[in-house]
């Protein structure tokens, strides 16, 4: 091989490599604006709300196929708007966070303006798919998104701890709007699910919040934990915890093992919530609770599909 040919290989090669970089930079980049696991973990209640709409009235999934795609993609584009939003008008705040200063909007990598452009366009992309479902799921997807980007993000989040029960009424309509968009929200079962997800995130978003004590303190943001400290924080969590006890009797139509498992969770949670006040380390503690909370979720709306399954009726 001539040393001309060597040369232009290498050339190939460093190319290729650097479009490889580039791709996988883009990528991450885009998983961080859109908050990846937070857009799952909203994404998941809209399937479960979806699929226990079809097995309380007796639907088939087979028929309801495009109407669950429908239901996803517009619930998702929803959630991706309200979320991108929140990254274009938070970008003070996670210049001062260690947890978010890789973010796109810190770093430059997307200027402000193509994301405050993405979050709109994502916004009203997942209206319009959503509007050939139901409008009762186009209503609750509003309320979700005015509460979280506007309510929650613009107003509240920097001025006071209630911030935390406005960010919570977003994520409680996830599984309304799966519902909704096959069924009237009437049911007890999805007004019983959005109950949980209004409770869960309490102690669920305390935990983060004390993790991250000292970086909201610093960017001035108005945690539970910040402003009223950790023993005030944690007889909270406790209360929100113990709440989330009798919700799985409201749900005994989806079988004693799931009302067996969801109580266990539920005792499992109160416990290392008291444990709170018995540690030698909060940070290990709080991120002990965050862990659970997180499993806690997914386990939780997982096994609502799992026992409605046709094997299993």
């Known amino acids: 091989m001539t040393k001309n040919a060597i040369v232009s290989q290498?050339?190939?090669?460093?190319?290729?490599?650097?479009?490889?970089?580039?791709?996988?930079s883009l990528f991450m980049d885009l998983k961080s604006l859109l908050k990846g696991i937070v857009l799952i973990a909203n994404v998941?209640?809209?399937?479960?709300?979806?699929?226990?709409?079809?097995?309380?009235?007796?639907?088939?999934?087979?028929?309801?196929?495009?109407?669950?795609l429908l239901t996803m993609i517009?619930?998702?584009?929803?959630?991706?708007?309200?979320?991108?939003?929140?990254?274009?008008?938070?970008?003070?705040?996670?210049?001062?966070?260690?947890r978010t200063k890789n973010?796109?909007?810190?770093?430059?990598?997307?200027?402000?303006k193509t994301v405050l452009t993405m979050g709109i366009i994502?916004?009203?992309?997942?209206?319009?798919?959503?509007?050939?479902?139901?409008?009762?799921?186009?209503?609750?997807?509003?309320?979700?998104?005015?509460?979280?980007?506007?309510?929650y993000t613009m107003w509240m989040k920097r001025k006071y701890t209630l911030n935390t029960v406005m960010g919570s009424i977003s994520g409680a309509v996830t599984p309304l709007i799966g519902w909704a968009a096959l069924a009237p929200s009437y049911h007890y079962v999805p007004i019983v699910l959005a109950l949980l997800l209004f409770i869960w995130q309490m102690p669920h978003t305390f935990a983060i919040a004390m993790r991250r004590h000292d970086e909201y303190k610093a960017a001035g943001v108005a945690m539970l934990p910040v402003v009223r400290g950790f023993d005030f924080t944690k007889r909270q969590i406790i209360i929100y915890v113990t709440c989330l006890l009798p919700l799985p009797f409201f749900l005994t139509s989806l079988g004693?093992?799931?009302?067996?498992?969801?109580?266990?969770?539920?005792?499992?949670?109160?416990?290392?919530s008291v444990g709170g006040f018995f540690t030698n380390s909060?940070?290990?503690?709080?991120?002990?609770?965050?862990?659970?909370?997180?499993?806690?979720?997914?386990?939780?709306?997982?096994?609502?599909?799992?026992?409605?399954?046709?094997?299993?009726?």
Not at 15 to 21: G, I, L, M, N
């Open 74 to 98: 517009g619930s998702t584009f929803v959630m991706a708007g309200a979320l991108v939003l929140n990254n274009w008008y938070e970008v003070d705040l996670d210049r001062e966070m260690e």
């Open 44 to 68: 998941l209640p809209v399937i479960t709300g979806f699929w226990l709409a079809i097995y309380f009235t007796n639907a088939s999934f087979s028929d309801q196929r495009g109407l669950f």
């Open 122 to 151: 994502f916004s009203i992309i997942g209206f319009v798919v959503l509007y050939f479902t139901t409008m009762e799921a186009v209503i609750y997807a509003f309320i979700g998104w005015f509460t979280y980007v506007i309510m």
């Open 10 to 24: 290498e050339k190939v090669e460093h190319t290729s490599f650097s479009s490889e970089r580039k791709l996988s």
């Open 256 to 272: 004693t093992i799931f009302v067996v498992i969801a109580t266990i969770l539920n005792v499992v949670w109160i416990l290392l």
């Open 282 to 313: 909060d940070a290990k503690w709080a991120r002990a609770l965050f862990l659970y909370s997180v499993n806690y979720l997914a386990i939780l709306f997982i096994l609502m599909i799992v026992v409605t399954l046709p094997i299993f009726s």
């Open 103 to 112: 973010r796109p909007t810190v770093t430059g990598n997307f200027s402000l």
